[in-house]
């Protein structure tokens, strides 16, 4: 599969395209940028809600968790590079199961545990998975070191980080103690809903992509503009951390 990825890059497919495809990818993830300064920060509409709500809230929670899933772009980017070249599904259920292990384990335990972490500096690490697996994508560790590192267990590690993320941002606006475990287990609930219906939109997209004839030159190309994303994102959240 890789060499005929990298095959595919290596014919008939030139820089000013590659260039437009990168382009084009980053204009929308810097709209994304836009809308919601911090990959983690939840609507404001929402902020209020769970400052103010109080007792079990399951259904609310709920929505609230599966919005959160499919309008975080930084969740997003990182789903699309795991299952970039995963085609059985059952490849495909083993990572995202061990993405949602640890998306869940930290986001649960770092809420309930009062753990929090410097929003600017997770969202980095965030960013840096999206780099990482990217670069993965690509080949670059085999080519630059010699080894693969052992990618379902870098799956599980940035979900560990992927969950920080959200559970600091959580406790930043100080939920009500009143009904505070079953809301947390309804919003997680809501994440895997919302990672499941953003995870379909993906596979419907990528079976139609895998058809076409330029997909392994293409595959390159978009490897690279969400490697330039995440770089992106980390610049983005250092520079704020150094400056806020």
Known sequence: MLSA???????GHTSSGRYRYIRIFLALV??????????????????????????????????????HMVTGYDHLLFLLGIVF??????HIAIYVSLFALGHS????????????INSYIIDAIIGLSVVYKALDNLGAYQRWFGFQPNTKAATLI????????????????????????????AFNVGVEVGQLIALAMILIVMSFWRKTDGFFRHAYTANVAMMSAGFLLIGYQLTGYFTA
Not at 5 to 11: A, K, R, S, V, Y
Not at 40 to 50: L, P, S
Not at 167 to 180: A, C, Q, T, V, W
């Open 5 to 11: 990825f990298l095959n595919g890059h290596c014919h």
């Open 30 to 67: 810097l709209l994304g940028m836009g809308t919601e300064v911090l990959a983690h920060a939840v609507a404001q509409g929402d902020k209020g809600y769970i400052q103010e709500i109080t007792g079990v809230n399951l259904i609310a929670f709920m929505y609230l968790g599966a919005k």
């Open 85 to 90: 070249f995963l085609y059985r599904m059952q």
């Open 105 to 116: 384990t930290t986001m649960l335990l770092g809420v309930y545990f009062n753990i929090g």
């Open 158 to 185: 940035f979900g560990f980080f992927h969950g920080f993320g959200l559970s600091s941002k959580i406790i930043e606006y100080n939920i009500s103690p009143d009904g505070l475990v079953p809301n947390l287990l």
